[in-house]
């Protein structure tokens, strides 16, 4: 199943998410320590140059295990997410158009 995430910041965590991206960067790279496949995603800017947020889109093979995926995020546990929102993509979704994917 694939899936796009978006999680919204709380503002005022720029320290804090300057000090969580390299454990962010390594939970994606793992795709979950394996449970996942991250295919993309991106830092969310404002008009002012303000990082508000992240997306990714996320191949799982339940929404169980994409939410875990979520939720073990050093982002979401160091509280830097706000909110989250996590769509499920058509089936035909074609990821395979996206390469290299972010997971090893």
Do not use: K, Q
């Not at 994606?28 to 997306?55: C, F, K, M, Q, Y």
């Amino acid at each position: 199943m694939f899936f796009l995430m978006r999680c919204d910041h709380h503002p005022g965590m720029e320290a804090t998410r300057d000090r969580l991206r390299p454990a962010h960067r390594d939970w994606n790279r793992s795709g979950a320590e394996g449970r996942v496949s991250v295919i993309h995603g991106s830092a969310l800017w404002d008009d002012a140059s303000v990082a508000i947020g992240h997306w990714g889109l996320i191949e799982a093979p339940s929404v169980e295990e994409a939410r875990r995926y979520i939720d073990g995020d050093p982002f979401v546990t160091g509280g830097v997410v706000a909110a989250i929102t996590l769509t499920r993509l058509a089936d035909s979704f074609a990821a395979d158009r996206i390469s290299p994917r972010l997971t090893v």
